[in-house]
């Protein structure tokens, strides 16, 4: 499960009595809201539906697929089905693959969603193992749906904007600098990411 809405505040609040910065910006801007998501298959599954189509689109086909599926969609069944069959529920062949990908992964054992490495960076090689799952995609799985408290998508655009906000720099931080700056922040960066969201279209930052 990820980071709570209490977990969110101890974490932001343990962060905020080193930083002063981060003091100020959670005075200014308040405490962010939980981002919860499931464990497991069905959840990596929907990323790669969702990857680079409008959110309205991505529901489109998972409810699709949620048809032809049923609504605990198993991994062999998507297997199970032909190229046309996932076409028609609005799945291209890349994203057909993708899955395929995910789901041979799961079904043959190979790939454990229940039993991850403890390990954040053995957590994410093993996931990026799936196609079209790269890293940021496994830093959000980690954050969202394990909870885990130290994940930094340091390669997120927003991040690296809210985080030159944050701490008034010149020019957006790249994501080498982002993933440095954020070493201050240990052992609460998913806490920081998830407040560098609610800050990115926050007026009084």
């Known amino acids: 499960m990820g980071l709570t809405n209490a977990q969110l505040r101890e974490h932001l609040d343990a962060v905020a009595r080193d930083d002063a910065t981060v003091a100020a910006a959670l005075e200014r801007c308040g405490y962010p809201e939980e981002r919860i998501r499931p464990t497991g298959y069905r959840t990596l ?8 189509v409008s959110v309205a689109a991505a ?3 998972w409810n699709k697929l949620e048809a032809e599926l049923g609504e605990d969609m198993h991994p062999q069944d998507l297997l199970e ?9 609005g799945l291209s062949r890349q994203k057909q693959g993708y899955a395929r990908s995910l789901c041979e992964l799961v079904a043959s054992g190979e790939l454990s969603l229940d039993d991850l490495p403890e390990d954040d960076e053995a957590a994410i090689a093993e996931l990026i193992r799936i196609k079209g799952i790269g890293r940021w995609s496994a830093e959000i799985y980690l954050l969202f749906a394990e909870g885990r408290s130290d994940i930094w998508p340091a390669g997120d655009l927003a991040v690296q904007e809210a ?7 010149p020019a957006r931080p790249s994501e080498k600098e982002t993933r440095m700056l954020g070493e201050r922040w240990r052992p609460y960066r998913g806490a920081m990411a ?3 969201w609610h800050t990115y279209n926050n007026a009084a930052l």
């Open 163 to 169: 985080v030159g906000r944050l701490l008034d720099l």
């Open 59 to 61: 529901a489109s086909v």
């Open 81 to 89: 089905r032909d190229f046309d069959t996932l076409r028609a529920c």
């Open 194 to 196: 998830i407040f560098t």
């Open 45 to 52: 599954l929907r990323t790669i539906v969702g990857q680079q």
